[in-house]
Structures are given as structure tokens and as C-alpha cells.
């Protein structure tokens, strides 16, 4: 009979290798409370250091940033124009800011050039004059070199950093993309009209008076499911839809009895956008939900920084009015995060703040001025899903042999997001 001894082993986790499995779970839990006691004192020296220097905080903060796939997010290098092509992932922002620092940069040689001829002709005069104009005249140039001293010196040159704010700047569209689907970025002379239909012999009815309900001005007609009826195409619907002045067709698409897609047609031509829906929940569903109205609401759109992801917002942007009715306090945000657009519908309402909230801050992380005492209330009145965009067509889908304009590929880099 061979002995029962432990061997002491340094690869392991436990201090000692043993048959015994009580013996092994009670090593495991003395190992797993002395870990824990260290890291418990560990966290108490360090917030006893940090209440006598708070500097020792905010730098720990600093460091402690974590990293994740949107900070590690990879672009396209492009030259020339072509950061207009739908299949780049190119920050139009960063290369708006990146043409204004060449800009400012060209005109601060041009000015020092000038400078410099200026210099040069003063000192040809310089010769000519006596003395005292010579003094007066050397006085000038170190006046002259101090100005430019301080010129470069100064605050002139913008950081490179791309920008802490999700926001959506739409004035940074190019021109090519406007050049290319001119309809979609035509200004809006009326309020748009929307109409919402479903797939062919679709169960999704109550489903599409939701999304009836979520855009303003809409209006939803079902598709028949008659057996002798005309199977209408979305050619057919488009056009039906544009000859009584509708601007959007929204195609709600099922699979299994629930909301599978999206597609939505810019009328009366295209382009048209093919999205595919996760993650939807009703709003009758939602805890502690509410019933909205027919107030228009107000738009958020959020990190939208690609062409295509310009081109997307545009198109979001053509379905709502301009004009939004703030009485409603509705608003509806759809937020795009790692090529997924999120979403979502609230009601909003201002009120004071409680003694065990905190107050408002701002990008620094300083309390806001002017909103010390005062708190946003938010009321998610839904529905709730998610997209994720697809394909974009050229104009109205035909059934075969379609020209779409931008088509996803498989998300084989992690890094790497289209919107």
C-alpha cells in the first residue's frame, strides 16, 4: 500500500497536490480568503492615502482607463477624395480637422514669408538712413520679431485627438455622397409621410402598428394574404406610395412570427436600406413604461462618423419632421455602437434634485453650471430594438440581379465597424 502523503508541487494552484478532495476544497478556501483579506487591506491603505492626497485619486483614475474594442476601433488610410466611398470605415471628422491644421499651417508661412520680405526691404533702407532712423528702425524689427514670437507661441494649432462627444455632425457630409443620392439630401420643403407595410402574408400586425406609431405621419396598410389576390411588389408599393405623396416606404419584414427586418425605401426613386432587427421589446413590456402621443418628437442621432454612417443618419433624419413638438417632451434616440444602431423612445421631464442624487456633470467632470439643483427624469415609452444595416441599393429592389451601393461583409476583424 503506497502512502497517502501530499507532494508539494510550484505549478499548481494549491500549495500541495493531494488525492484527498475535502483536503484540496479546504486549501482552496483558506488560498481564496487570504487572497481576499490582501486585497481588502490593499483597498484600505489606498483609500486612506488618497483622502490625504486626492491627486493620488484622479491619477489612478487616469490610469485605470479601461480598454475596449471602440477605443481600439481601426480606419481606412485614404488620400484625395477618396473618403466619399460607401465601403471605407474613414473618419469624416478627423480629416475635416486634419484639412483645416494644413490650412492654418499654409497661411502661417505665407504670413512669416511676408514678414521675412518685409524685413528684407527695411534693411536695404537702412543704409540710406542716419543713425537715429537706424535705432528707430532696429526698435521696429525686434517689435516686429517679438509679435511673431508670441504668434507661434500661442494657442493656434487644434489637437488631433478625435473628438470625447458622440454627436452627429451632419454639416460634415461630403460632397461626393451628396453628388451621389441627391434626393436623400435634397431639403425638406413639407413634413415627411411614411408609409408602413409588411412582408407578404405577414402575422405581424400589431407589431407594425407599433412601428406606425414610433414615426410621425404614417399610415399603415397590410398586404393581402388572400390566395387569388395580386402579389404586389415593393416596386408596385413604391410607386402606389409616391403617386399620394408618401416620401418613405417602411417594409417590416417577419421570420416566425416576429419582427426579422427592416427595410426602408426613400421615394420616389431610392435609395433603399436593408436592416436586419434583434432584440425587440415591446412597450407594454418594458418596466415601468409609458403610453406616448402624437406630439412630433425630437431626434438624437449618435455616432455617426463614416460616410456610410452620414448616409444612414440622412436617411433617419428624412423620416422625422424638421420641427419637432416640444410640448410632447418625446424624444427618440438611436445610437450606434459598434455598427449596431440602438433604438429608443422616451418621455422626459425636468425636476429638482434630491439630497441623495447627484448633481449634473459635465465632460470634465465638474458640476455644470446652471444645473446644479436640477435633474432629467427619463420614461421609456417604447418599442424597443436594434439594427444592424445590411445592404444598401442603388433604387428600388427588383427580384433578381439587384445594384446595391454598399453590402456588408463578414465581421472577420473586430476592430473594423462601417458606421
Known amino acids: 500500500m503506497g502512502s497517502s502523503r501530499a507532494v508539494r508541487t510550484d505549478k499548481s494552484h494549491l500549495p500541495f497536490k493531494t488525492g484527498n478532495k475535502t483536503k484540496r476544497h479546504e486549501l482552496h478556501v ?3 480568503k487570504a487572497r481576499d483579506s490582501l486585497k481588502r487591506d490593499e483597498r484600505f491603505r489606498r483609500r486612506r492615502e488618497e483622502e490625504k492626497n486626492p491627486q493620488l485619486k484622479e491619477e489612478r483614475l487616469a490610469r485605470n482607463v479601461p480598454i475596449t474594442i471602440d477605443q481600439k476601433r481601426t480606419w481606412d488610410q485614404v488620400g484625395g477624395d477618396e473618403e466619399d466611398a460607401l465601403g471605407l470605415a474613414v473618419d469624416v471628422d478627423r480629416i475635416k480637422r486634419q484639412k483645416t491644421e494644413a490650412q492654418e499651417q499654409e497661411a502661417e508661412l505665407e504670413d512669416e514669408e511676408d514678414e521675412d520680405e518685409v524685413e528684407e526691404h527695411n534693411s536695404d533702407m537702412d543704409s540710406m538712413l542716419d543713425e537715429d532712423e537706424d535705432k528707430d528702425d532696429s526698435s521696429d524689427e525686434d517689435n516686429a520679431k517679438g509679435k511673431r514670437k508670441q504668434k507661434e507661441a500661442g494657442p493656434t494649432r487644434r489637437a488631433t485627438s478625435p473628438t470625447s462627444t458622440t454627436g452627429t455632425n451632419m454639416d460634415l457630409t461630403p460632397e461626393g455622397l451628396v453628388a451621389k443620392f441627391p434626393t436623400l439630401f435634397a431639403a425638406q420643403e413639407k413634413d415627411p409621410k411614411v408609409l408602413v407595410t409588411t412582408s407578404i402574408n405577414s402575422n405581424l400586425h400589431y407589431e407594425a402598428e407599433l412601428v406606425c406609431s414610433l414615426f410621425p405621419n404614417s399610415n399603415y396598410i397590410r398586404r393581402t394574404a388572400h390566395f387569388n389576390a395580386h402579389k404586389y411588389s415593393v416596386r408596385e408599393i413604391a410607386k402606389f406610395a409616391a403617386n399620394r405623396e408618401y416620401t418613405t416606404l417602411v417594409i417590416l419584414m417577419e421570420d416566425q412570427k416576429k419582427p426579422e427586418g427592416l427595410d426602408i425605401v426613400h421615394l420616389p426613386s431610392g435609395p433603399m436600406f436593408h436592416f436586419t432587427i434583434s432584440n425587440w421589446v415591446e412597450g407594454r413590456k418594458l418596466p415601468g413604461h409609458g403610453n406616448p402621443t402624437n406630439h412630433y418628437p425630437e431626434l438624437i442621432l449618435n455616432n455617426f462618423r463614416t460616410p456610410l454612417g452620414l448616409l444612414t443618419a440622412h436617411l433617419f433624419k428624412t423620416i422625422f419632421p424638421p420641427q419637432p413638438e416640444v410640448q410632447g417632451r418625446q424624444v427618440v434616440t438611436l445610437h450606434n455602437q459598434r455598427d449596431y444602431i440602438f433604438v429608443r423612445r422616451h418621455r422626459y421631464v425636468f425636476r429638482d434634485k434630491r439630497a441623495s442624487e447627484k448633481s449634473i456633470l459635465d465632460k470634465d467632470g465638474k458640476p455644470m453650471k446652471g444645473a446644479e ?11 424597443r430594438f436594434t439594427l444592424k444595416l445590411r445592404r444598401v441599393d ?16 463578414m465581421e472577420k476583424v473586430r476592430t473594423r465597424f462601417q458606421l
Not at 436640477?374 to 418599442?383: F, N
Not at 442603388?394 to 461583409?409: D, T, V
Open 30 to 32: 483558506k488560498q481564496k
Open 373 to 383: 439643483e436640477i435633474r432629467a427624469g427619463l420614461q421609456e415609452l417604447g418599442p
Open 394 to 409: 442603388r433604387n428600388i429592389q427588383r427580384a433578381s440581379g439587384q445594384e446595391w451601393e454598399w453590402k456588408s461583409r
